[in-house]
Every structure is written in C-alpha cells, then in structure tokens.
C-alpha cells in the first residue's frame, strides 16, 4: 500500500494554484467593474449639477426666473447672475411693496451659491419710506428658489 508523500501533495496543489489564480483575479476584476461604474454614475449626476451654458447655475437661474415671475424685471445677466426686480405692490396691500435682488455666485447648485436681498417701503402720507424686512422673509424666497431648482435638476437627471 502506498501512502501520499508530500511531494504528490505538493505538485497535485500546484496544478490547482493558476486556476485558483484565475478564479480570484476574476472575483476582483467583477467587483472592481462594478465600483468604476458607480463612480461614472455619481460623476454624470455631479457634473449635471454644474451643467450651464451661461455664466451660473442654469437651474438656480431657471428657479430663480420663475419664483419671481409675478415681479417686473429691471435686470437679468445670466453671464453674472443678477436678477432685479423693480418694486411690486401686492394689490391686496397696495401701501406696501417689494424690490428684490438675486445674485447667483457659482455654477454649482448649492446653498451659498445664491443670495438674495430684499428691500421694502410703505406708503406714508404720499411718500414712500424705507421699511425693515423680515428675514425670515428672505429666508423663505431663498429655501423657495433652492428647493425648485433641486426639482428641475431631479426631472433632468432621473
């Protein structure tokens, strides 16, 4: 009776050791794969964040636009992202109006990529005097603006 010597052993093992090779680098090269696609992915929807062809965000432009489309219009740079408006009197209050002012500062959609300014007067014995605006008021037009301009991303992205 011949018992294995480990010499057999050694060379039954070696023969296996490419294909186990192979197997491994396989395992690695699927996984690898499937982490450079998920970085492609998350690269694709980064850039579309800072897409433009004008001088800002185009989609905090377009929000922008579009939250203050019941207000006149006294300026609109894309190249340098101000919008101004001219004064706006609600007609349910019409001792009282508004002149607001957006400027857009990077081409990336975020937070403090806009800042806005508000000014207001009310109408005291036929002139119209400068009044304090609220700034939870600004606040809210800037949550406003932000918060459309992440929906026109989302239905450009998905």
Known sequence: MAFPTIS???????????????????????????????????????????????????????????????????QADSSGGVIVTDWYANPSNPNERVKVSVSILDQDLRADALRVVASREVLQNGAWVAAPVQAATVQKLEDVILTKARD??????G
């Open 8 to 74: 057999s052993r050694a060379s039954g093992l070696s023969a296996l050791r490419p294909a186990a090779g192979l197997a491994v680098l396989a395992a690695l090269g699927l996984a690898l794969g499937g982490c450079a696609h998920h970085k492609k992915t998350r690269a694709a929807e980064v850039a579309s964040a800072s897409v433009t062809s004008i001088g800002v965000n185009s989609y905090l432009w377009r929000a922008t636009l579009e939250t203050l489309s019941f207000m006149p219009l006294t």
């Open 152 to 157: 026109l991303r989302r239905s450009d992205v």
